[in-house]
């Protein structure tokens, strides 16, 4: 991994930035924690955020029960 992001990483990483801070944002149950679509949603571009740092998510089934 370069230590210098391209212009297209730049606009990608606001772009999921965004997204994910706007799922993260949901409180329609007023717990405080956002519902789980909206949660899943978020994990889904922290996965594609962490990706354009050369990071690697993997899956636990046993944990997604």
């Known amino acids: 991994m370069s ?3 391209t212009e297209e990483e730049k606009v990608l ?3 999921y ?3 994910i801070r706007g799922s993260l944002e949901c409180d329609v149950n007023g717990t405080g ?3 789980r679509t909206d949660r899943l ?3 889904e571009f ?3 955020y962490l990706a354009i740092h ?3 998510v993997t899956e636990n ?3 997604n029960e």
């Open 17 to 19: 930035g965004a997204t």
């Open 33 to 35: 924690v956002p519902c």
């Open 3 to 5: 230590n210098v992001l």
């Open 54 to 56: 050369d990071y690697t």
């Open 46 to 48: 922290m996965k594609r």
């Open 41 to 43: 949603y978020a994990v």
């Open 61 to 63: 089934e046993e944990s």
């Open 13 to 15: 990483l606001a772009d």
